[in-house]
T-cell receptor, first 114, second 111 residues
């Protein structure tokens, strides 16, 4: 099994630019989560989907952040415009069903906004 | 709201030492409890879990027991190795189906 795949692994961009992070969940999993990890705030859940539908986006910091899941095998997290305080590691995780509890994490995307 | 509190790190041990990382939680109901491990530059991996009171999760020599009376889920290992150096996260699965993580505890094992 390939596991959760994220791209890019590293992204360096300038303030004001649009950033798109991508995630491919484990095949057959129908829940997907986006997290942000920083030294100051630890791991924060941004949004999660069940069956491609956003269930809880209360962790999305502001309107500059948006997430989509157009199909069961792909999701994006977009930041537009990006700001230096968005610098963090962004993780995607998937779960087999809404009733399974174990989440499987991708390797993360390390984002640096200059 | 639901929360998880871990002992602060970093924890530095010599190889073959005994490890304890404390974790306590506050939650509505009886959540499942987890330990995840994050090696440098990688994502989180499930280390072990327990789903009800008095359950013991174990994996790779690590153990943790779900203690409802003390709302704790302390991680232990009898003899750590250099390869155990990582950040360890305690977490609970709340009634909304979300994982609530502690702040993480960095472990450094010296040869």
């Amino acid at each position: 099994d390939a596991g959760v795949i994220q791209s890019p692994r590293h992204e360096v961009t300038e303030m004001g630019q649009e950033v798109t992070l991508r995630c491919k969940p484990i095949s057959g999993h129908n829940s997907l989560f986006w997290y942000r990890q920083t030294m100051m705030r630890g791991l924060e859940l941004l949004i999660y989907f069940n069956n491609n539908v956003p269930i809880d986006d209360s962790g999305m910091p502001e309107d500059r952040f948006s997430a989509k899941m157009p199909n069961a095998s792909f999701s994006t997290l977009k930041i537009q415009p990006s700001e230096p305080r968005d610098s963090a590691v962004y993780f995607c995780a998937s779960r087999e069903t809404a009733y399974q509890e174990t989440q499987y994490f991708g390797p993360g995307t390390r984002l640096l906004v200059l | 709201g639901d929360s998880v509190t871990q002992m602060e790190g970093p924890v530095t041990l010599s190889e073959e030492a005994f490890l304890t990382i404390n974790c306590t939680y506050t939650a509505t109901g009886y959540p499942s409890l987890f330990w995840y491990v994050q090696y440098p530059g990688e994502g989180l991996q499930l280390l072990l879990k327990a789903t009800k009171a008095d359950d013991k999760g174990s994996n790779k020599g690590f153990e943790a027991t779900y203690r409802k009376e003390t709302t704790s889920f302390h991680l232990e290992k009898g003899s750590v190795q250099v390869s155990d150096s990582a950040v360890y996260f305690c977490a609970l699965n709340n009634q909304g189906g979300k994982l609530i993580f502690g702040q993480g505890t960095e472990l450094s094992v010296k040869p």
